[in-house]
């Protein structure tokens, strides 16, 4: 079992950067794969961006492309999601999700976090 804690989410200026955490507990992390997925206010969850259980291969929603990272320390049991130039519609509730085999479908992830709200002021 994985137990995953968001942090870093707060109130920026557009244009501005955050980096979010997610840190796992378990000795099992390295075997999942991880995604960050965000929802905002009366929208369904989307997917953001995700990470294969090596680290090897990233993918990115097409809004974020070029301007989010998504990285992880396995041996932090750690994924981070570096995200720059951010504009007012990437205010959500970001959550980090765990799953055996990466997919962009939140319903095929075993474990989430609590989430962590990003605000971004225009």
């Known amino acids: 079992q994985v137990q995953l804690v968001e942090s870093g989410g707060r109130l920026v200026q557009a244009g501005g950067s955050l980096r979010l955490s997610c840190a796992a507990s378990?000795?099992?992390?390295?075997?999942?794969?991880i995604s960050w997925f965000r929802q905002a206010p009366e929208k369904e969850r989307e997917f953001v961006a995700g990470?294969?259980?090596?680290?090897?291969?990233?993918n990115y929603a097409d809004s974020v492309k070029g301007r989010f990272t998504i990285s992880r320390d396995n041996a932090e049991n750690t994924v981070y999601l570096q995200m720059n130039s951010l504009k007012p519609e990437d205010t959500a509730v970001y959550y980090c999700?765990?799953?055996?085999?990466?997919?962009?479908?939140?319903?095929?992830?075993?474990?989430w976090g609590q989430g962590t709200q990003v605000t971004v002021s225009s």
């Open positions: 999700a765990a799953a055996r085999i990466f997919t962009v479908w939140p319903r095929n992830y075993d474990y």
């Open positions: 990470i294969t259980r090596s680290g090897a291969t990233t």
């Open positions: 378990g000795r099992t992390f390295s075997t999942y794969a």
